[in-house]
């Protein structure tokens, strides 16, 4: 419906293991950022990507990583798994300039479970 | 103390109900403020933004008190599709990139 998707949708990992998550924005958005959701919580922002280039971080730590690709889809990677890493991990594309400010279009989310 | 406080709720209320939540922010120079709606087990999708002059769509009507760092958001004569978590929604001036910072959200319940 916002024409922003994600994968996988839900997955399972362990403690320490490692995580890609990926989202393919609305065609013509050059913006994507990343959020994390906890049950019962907000989102929180963790980092913003314009033109591959990352230009904004929220207060995560570096194994909290991020790409974005030439067709601004963009990668989410987290290593060393921990238990409160599980979330909804929730994909956002927005246009850099010309569009409503504040607007941000959300994919479905990749729901994460870390055991 | 949390850059973005809203009541949790829930609110139950019935059809027709006028109902208000509101939103406290901390950073003084926040710049940007909106609400953003999310039903269950659904992406956030932007409900309105908010000025200090006040705004409405429809039967939503939004407002900011910049001097108190308060927001709020007024629904009138409430309906069942209303039902679902509110997102207050700042964006902090001296963020780096256009960064949302969201409240916890307030649950609304409207039944029949």
């Known amino acids: 419906e916002t024409g922003v998707t994600q994968s996988p949708t839900h997955l399972i990992k362990t403690r320490g293991q490692q995580v890609t998550l990926r989202c393919s924005s609305q065609s013509g958005h050059n913006t994507v950022s990343w959020y994390q959701q906890a049950l019962g919580q907000g989102p929180q922002f963790i980092f913003q990507y314009y033109r591959e280039e990352e230009n904004g971080r929220g207060n995560f730590p570096p194994r909290f990583s991020g790409l974005q690709f030439p067709n601004y889809s963009s990668e989410l990677n987290v290593n060393a798994l921990e238990l409160d890493d599980s979330a909804l991990y929730l994909c956002?594309?927005?246009?850099?300039?010309?569009?409503?400010?504040?607007?941000?279009?959300f994919g479905e989310g990749s729901r994460l479970t870390v055991l | 103390r949390k850059e973005v406080e809203q009541d949790p709720g829930p609110f139950n209320v019935p059809e027709g109900a006028t109902v208000a939540f509101n939103c406290t922010y901390s950073n003084s120079a926040s710049q940007s403020f909106f609400w953003y709606r999310q039903d269950c087990r659904k992406e956030p999708k932007l409900l309105m933004s908010?000025?200090?002059s006040g705004n409405e769509d429809g039967r939503f009507t939004a407002q900011l008190n910049r001097a108190s760092q308060y927001i709020s958001l007024l629904i009138r004569d409430s309906k069942l599709s209303d039902s679902a978590t509110y997102l207050c929604?700042?964006?902090?001036?001296?963020?780096?990139?256009?960064?949302?910072?969201f409240g916890k959200g307030t649950t609304l319940s409207v039944s029949s």
């Open positions: 956002a594309s927005s246009r850099g300039t010309g569009g409503r400010p504040g607007e941000l279009f």
């Open positions: 929604v700042v964006i902090p001036l001296n963020q780096a990139g256009t960064a949302l910072i």
């Open positions: 908010v000025y200090s």
